[in-house]
């Protein structure tokens, strides 16, 4: 446990070992002479290998680690084990890399290195693009977006998005044109899957020529011709209809297409972004989506965080939408209660149901600087999520019987309880994911799910 070793603190340096040797003494003065580079890593150096535990227990008491894990470096003298479960269970807690000490040199050459990428994808994270349109402060959201700027930033990779709707997927692919760097760009097209007509043979697509088909008046320009040299969003991907899936396979491995009712070859070449919030692997087993095709617009996939995943976020949603919403000199606030009212809520459409719902409340608003309750349209007073806290003061068949009165179902109510109890139990055992399992008698994996599900930092 950390109490039994010496712990040299610096803004940028935790050395965590029994002595104070020649590489923790090295480390510390050249993180400190660092201090000044807000991007560079947060170095956290080991004698031992530590156990996950060690670690939260460290981040947690350490109060001077960036707030952004992915910039925590974690340093070992000399690995006691080699033991990949155990690396990949010190990964879990959010830190960025283990690395092993060489020498001063090559260390030096992996911090700098690590520093210009993290300065980088922080730098294209503020960009107007980025800042003003992709709201969001929560841990959470922000690792999922720089996961996301470091694939567009470094690599050409397709990327496939998935998430539920409204959680914003359409926005990202905004964003990854927008980083993307290639010289001379072009422009960003985006296809919604569901829109796509077979008997046309995907003329959406790959465009057609004059009298192809019946109304093909004149010859069109379709999305591959459209998008090259620059990206192609294609929505909905797992709705495309399984002809077209072969012949998407093609265009992307072999980069030509030929125009509907045309004999030519025409090339193309753009980044793929591809979006869907069905489970493609299970739309594979079924055979209505193409394995090999699945592989191809998967270089990198992402999951998107529903709005359920990351609450914290929803003040500076709302901030942002009312902003949307009023000029800036008449912009309200919510006030108190409506802003507890926003938070309880339950929100199957993500962000889009939070922006329909802001909306609502302004079109209704009277000019005042808060926005109040009575704003809130009966029509959504109904929609409060059931306060789970309140299993405790009552009965538990009272709850029950609240919650199915309030249009709960068996499975909400059984989702609500078991999270309940997995968050007392993380309360009882002040955090530690492990007691916490032993005391609900559940594999620790479940208590890590959940607090990674709702961004919890411990
Ligand atoms: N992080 C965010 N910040 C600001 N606005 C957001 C954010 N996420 C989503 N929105 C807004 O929510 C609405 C839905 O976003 P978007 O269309 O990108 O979602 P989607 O996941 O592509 O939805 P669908 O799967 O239904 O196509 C848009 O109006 C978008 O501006």
């Known amino acids: 446990m950390i109490e039994n070793f010496h712990i040299f603190h610096q803004r940028r340096f935790v050395s965590l070992s029994d002595t104070r040797n020649d590489q923790s003494i090295f480390l510390e003065n050249y993180c400190e002479s660092k201090k000044n580079f807000p991007f560079f890593p947060f170095v956290i150096f080991c004698d031992h290998t ?26 070992l003298n000399k ?15 959010g830190i960025d890399d283990i690395i092993e000490w060489t020498n001063e040199k090559e260390i030096v050459c992996y911090l700098e290195s690590k520093f210009k990428r993290i300065k980088l994808i922080d730098e294209a994270l503020k960009s107007p693009e980025v800042k003003n349109c992709l709201i969001g402060d929560s841990m959470i959201w922000k690792n999922f977006l720089h996961e996301i700027a470091e694939t567009t930033i470094f690599s050409n990779a397709s990327v496939l998005l998935i998430g539920e709707s409204g959680t914003g997927k359409e926005l990202i692919s905004k964003m990854i044109h927008a980083l993307d760097n290639r010289p001379d760009k072009k422009k960003l097209i985006i296809v919604d899957c569901t829109t796509i007509v077979p008997e046309l043979s995907g003329s959406e697509l790959f465009g057609h020529e004059r009298g192809s088909y019946t109304n093909a008046i004149q010859s069109r320009e379709g999305a591959f011709a ?45 980044r793929l972004i591809c979006a869907t919030n069905r489970d493609l692997k299970v739309l594979v087993e079924e055979g209505k989506f193409r394995k090999d095709l699945f592989f191809r617009i998967s270089d990198c996939q992402f999951h998107v965080p529903s709005l359920e995943e990351r609450r914290d976020d929803i ?13 800036k000199e008449k912009c309200p606030d919510a006030d108190k209660p409506v802003m507890e009212y926003l ?12 922006k329909q719902l802001v909306q609502r409340l302004s079109l209704k608003h009277i000019e005042h600087k808060k926005i109040t309750i009575g704003e809130v349209p009966p029509e959504d007073r109904g929609a409060l999520c059931i306060d789970t806290n309140q299993v405790e003061k009552n009965s538990i ?22 999270e309940t109890a997995i968050q007392v139990a993380l309360e009882l055992e002040i955090n530690n994911k492990q007691k916490a399992a032993e005391r609900l008698g559940v594999d620790v994996r479940t208590v890590q799910q959940y607090v990674k599900k709702k961004g919890i930092s411990t």
């Open 315 to 327: 003040p500076v949603l709302v901030n942002h939408f009312l902003s949307q919403f009023f000029d």
């Open 397 to 418: 068949n009272v709850f029950i019987r609240k919650a199915l009165l309030s249009g709960e179902n068996w499975w909400n109510l059984k989702n609500k309880i078991s």
């Open 50 to 75: 530590p156990e996950r535990q060690e670690l939260e227990s460290l981040l947690s008491n350490c109060d001077t680690y960036p707030t952004n894990l992915k910039s925590i470096i974690l340093i």
């Open 79 to 93: 690995r006691l084990t080699s033991d990949l479960a155990n690396h990949l269970q010190l990964l879990s807690t």
């Open 343 to 354: 938070l309880k809520r339950k929100y199957p459409g993500n962000v889009r149901e939070l």
């Open 226 to 270: 459209l998008a090259n040299g620059g990206s192609l969003f294609l929505d909905e991907i797992g709705e495309l209809p399984i002809m077209l899936q072969a012949e998407l396979l093609r265009v992307l491995q072999e980069g030509t297409y030929k125009r509907v009712g045309s004999n030519n070859w025409q090339k193309t070449s753009f």
